[in-house]
């Protein structure tokens, strides 16, 4: 098997999930039960905190352990939203968010809230002065991705920083989950107020993640209950979860620092390999994030090339995994200015540290194949 599908979901890291098990067997009581199990598993959880904390420079109680990505993303952008309404209604995103940003801005509108969706250039970046143009006195929100998770493409998210910090009443939200242990991102005095991480991106569980929430950040919960991490996210903590997380999170940090490179080299190998094939078109930029590659293969269906790879055991993906089930077109590279022919025929292949040059050549070797077998069907 080769598995180029990592944006969607990583294989999870054998030590990950060695040590939920071993904290769900263990320390399987309530962290709010006031019995001696219970004040273990409560040490242990401020414990996984701690360490978080001290894996991303930031403070302790600037840690909330979430289900993932899109629980983070709401939480971020919509207790913005409630808590700070009074203020203004004005939020500011871009046009290639993930469906968990999208989605929940376009749900925002309905509750009287105006949201400006700012454009891309041909690389998928926006431009920084269109950005100080759009904010306004009633401006209470920022959210733009750091690595977006079809094309690859990085935002300045430091640039960003910079702008939001000469606006002190507003928030800046980043979604960090493709980002995450493959470009760096320091969060500790840059701007940014409220970021977004998911486990199962980084080699642990589905249902895990964390919210970095500054100091001095106040929102609105989606869940009220017994006022568990801090009240903002109510509901008995998922204490092996945390755990697995916080190790997911230590091992990819480290990966990152062994192997950030050869990974670019991976990505480099593979964009010159589908250069060579005349029926492709890469789609992503030359400056990207290290682990995607987005292209097109033109007059070919993304679902048909899926399921043709799936028959020789490679897989790779098209669009989000979050909406590609959907139609066709790629709203990201729509919103890029590509061509219909192009953002129709959309594929991703996603790299992880664990992949090799040899099963990058074996899937060029059979992406040929199969394009090929595609075109003697047709004629």
Avoid: W
């Avoid at 420079?57 to 979430?66: D, L, S």
């Avoid at 029926?279 to 987005?294: D, G, L, Q, Y």
């Avoid at 897989?315 to 061509?339: M, N, P, Q, R, V």
């Amino acid at each position: 098997m080769i598995y180029l599908d990592n944006s969607a979901t990583t294989v999870p890291d054998p030590a990950v999930l060695k040590s939920f098990e071993q904290v769900s067997t263990t320390f399987f009581a309530n962290p709010s039960s006031i019995h001696p199990l219970g004040g273990e598993a409560e040490k242990l959880l401020i414990q996984a905190k701690k360490q978080a904390a001290e894996i991303l420079h930031v403070a302790e109680n600037e840690i909330i352990f979430t289900s993932g990505g899109t629980e983070g993303n709401n939480i971020a952008i919509k207790g913005i939203a409630l808590e700070h309404q009074n203020r203004g209604k004005h939020i500011i995103t871009t046009q290639v968010e993930h469906p968990s940003v999208d989605n929940a801005c376009k749900s925002l509108e309905k509750l009287g809230f105006e949201i400006t969706y700012l454009p891309v250039n041909r690389n998928g970046v926006i431009a920084l002065s269109d950005l100080k143009q759009a904010i306004r006195n009633d401006t209470i929100l920022i959210s733009i991705m750091h690595v977006n998770n079809e094309l690859g493409s990085v935002q300045p998210i430091a640039e960003i920083g910079k702008i939001a910090k000469q606006y002190p009443k507003l928030f800046f939200h980043v979604d960090y989950v493709q980002g995450l242990g493959k470009v760096p991102l320091t969060l500790r005095n840059s701007g940014i107020d409220l970021c977004t991480m998911s486990g199962h991106k980084i080699h642990g569980l589905k249902g895990t993640g964390l919210l970095f929430v500054k100091n001095g950040t106040t929102l609105f919960p989606l869940f009220h209950g017994g006022e568990q991490e801090q009240a903002i996210r109510s509901g008995t903590e998922n204490l092996a979860g945390a755990v697995s997380i916080v190790k997911a999170l230590r091992l990819i940090m480290e990966k990152e620092r062994l192997y950030k490179q050869r990974l670019y080299e991976l990505q480099r190998f593979l964009r010159e390999e589908l250069e060579k094939i005349e029926a492709v078109k890469v789609n992503t930029p030359i400056h990207a994030a290290p682990h995607i590659i987005n292209f097109s293969i033109p007059g070919i269906k993304p679902e048909v090339m899926i399921h043709m790879l799936s028959e020789e055991e490679i897989y790779i993906s098209t669009k989000s995994a979050c909406s590609s089930k959907k139609s066709d077109e790629s709203k990201i590279l729509a919103a890029c200015g590509f061509s219909d022919d192009r953002a129709v025929s959309a594929l991703r292949v996603s790299l992880s540290y664990q992949n090799t040059e040899e099963e990058l050549t074996n899937f060029i070797h059979v992406l040929k194949d199969k394009i090929q077998q595609f075109k003697e069907v047709m004629e």
